[in-house]
């Protein structure tokens, strides 16, 4: 790839979680009023939060949801069953506050953004939606490379300037979201060139084909497949050909955060696929990353075993716009609360286990 300048933050190391801080937290829970590791998982993310802030006082009360929307070329293959038009209706709902997401991000009282990296519909009379105009979508990549090389630096880009915002405004949780018809299709394929894997086994109904619709998608994705995979000698490349404006916004949202220390809270199945290819291609960022819930998506289940990750929930979700993440924030606060404020067994004189 050319234009190194424009790629070369990308090799920037993570920052390290605190190993003496997340030993201590360890210590810390053992002598909280509970059987050692009643509080399961919440016990886990506790600790984690502890190493990743640097603090034996973790919390999330500030969290920012960072929406990235686009549209995709690829739609015109009639692979989901919304038209393209909803991409650039959904921009409007989320500024007029009616989306999932935004009622999700006011019972957290998180901040939100709306981010448009390029619709085929303008939103420019959109004033509290920031804008890239990286083109008017993607290209269809059944035919070419989804984006040309100074588009993919540009959206990566666009990601980690949320995440610099995120950071400067001292915010403790990203949640980076996505809007895109058609983005289950490239985040599929995105996925099968990452992970070797046939597109039957990892597309899905994205947004509600029927079985009709779902065989049709397998169909574009094995033909797009056959076009880029010889030609695909990295993960920046995969992303670059059958990726999405979003899709790289979310891979550079979260590289740059693992780089800044900021912890970040992933979503469903097309965040996940960033995630991957953010892991690719920054090995030691996947410390930063918690995987919030498991999509209904198929393929999700597939690409959270490759990376090893277990989410915390299963509630049949699969919306994206950072929906099942935002879900999971409370499991989180709970956690750092339980962690700050409980009793140990000394401060409360209750009795430690028999020896
Ligand atoms: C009204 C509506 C709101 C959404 N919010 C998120 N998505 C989700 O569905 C889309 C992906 O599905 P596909 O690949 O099948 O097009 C993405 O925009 C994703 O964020 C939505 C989809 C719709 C229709
Ligand atoms: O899991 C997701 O992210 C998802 C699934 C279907 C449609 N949109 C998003």
């Known amino acids: 790839m050319a234009s190194h300048t424009s790629f070369d933050w990308l090799k920037i190391s993570p920052a390290m ?7 201590a937290a360890l210590q810390h829970q053992a002598q909280l009023t509970k059987p050692p590791g009643a509080l399961g998982r919440l016990e886990e993310i506790a600790v984690q939060l502890a190493a990743l802030q640097h603090t034996l006082h973790p919390s999330v009360d500030h969290v920012q949801i960072s929406i990235f929307a686009a549209d995709h070329g ?22 007029a506050g009616g989306a999932a997401i935004n009622v999700l991000a006011r019972t957290l009282s998180a901040q939100l953004e709306v981010i448009n990296l ?29 984006m040309n090389e100074n588009q993919l630096a540009a959206a990566l880009n666009a990601g980690s ?16 979201g996505e809007m895109g018809i058609g983005n289950t299709t490239s985040a599929t394929a995105l996925a099968c ?28 994705i094995e033909r797009a497949l056959t076009l880029h995979r010889s030609h695909t000698h990295s993960s920046l490349e995969a992303l ?16 740059r955060g693992a780089q800044l220390g900021l912890p970040l809270l992933i ?43 277990i989410p915390l929930l299963d509630l049949s979700m699969r919306l994206g716009e950072g929906s099942g993440a935002a879900v999971a924030v409370n499991l989180l606060r709970m956690a750092c609360r ?12 209750v009795s430690t286990r028999k020896q």
């Not at 979680?17 to 030993?23: A, G, L, M, T």
């Not at 990892?202 to 169909?219: M, P, R």
């Not at 097309?270 to 918690?290: G, K, P, Y």
């Open 118 to 146: 390029g619709t085929v519909h303008s939103t420019d009379t959109l004033t509290n939606v920031r804008h890239y105009h990286l083109g008017a979508g993607t290209a269809n990549f059944m035919h070419t490379a989804a």
């Open 17 to 23: 979680p605190n190993e003496q801080i997340r030993h």
């Open 267 to 309: 979503d469903g199945f097309i965040s996940t696929v960033a995630a991957l290819t953010a892991e690719q291609i920054c090995m030691d960022s996947r410390n930063w990353f918690i995987y919030a819930h498991q999509s209904a998506e198929p393929g999700h289940a597939h690409v959270l075993k490759a990376l090893d990750a």
């Open 193 to 220: 060139l990452l992970l070797n894997l046939p597109p039957a086994q990892v597309a899905g109904a994205g947004s509600g084909l029927d079985s009709k619709g779902i065989a049709h998608k397998i169909n574009v």
């Open 338 to 349: 339980l962690h700050n404020e409980m009793a140990t067994f000394s401060t409360a004189h």
């Open 161 to 176: 300037t949320s995440v610099e915002q995120a950071r400067a405004n001292n915010q403790q949780l990203l949640i980076a």
């Open 240 to 255: 670059r050909r059958v990726g999405g404006f979003e899709i790289a916004a979310l891979t550079g949202a979260y590289i």
């Open 74 to 95: 690829v739609a015109t293959e009639n692979i989901s069953a919304f038209p393209q038009a909803v991409t650039t209706e959904m921009i409007r709902n989320f500024t």
